[in-house]
């Protein structure tokens, strides 16, 4: 399991959050204003997702 934080534009976030969920196991990402107040750092655990039959 590995955490993931990323720092991104407020209008970048939905984007972000998906794109993270297509590659891996994610829970519900977190969501906090950067200390500057201007970006957003989002927040993950996840998990490497199970190989597929396909891929063996």
Do not use: N, W
Not at 2 to 17: G, S
Request: net charge negative.
């Amino acid at each position: 399991m590995i955490e993931i934080r990323v720092i991104c534009e407020p209008d970048d976030a939905d984007r972000v959050k998906q794109t993270l969920a297509a590659a891996f196991d994610t829970g519900p990402a977190r969501q906090y204003p950067t200390r500057d107040g201007k970006r957003t750092r989002l927040y993950f655990t996840a998990d490497h997702r199970p190989a597929s039959p396909e891929s063996e």
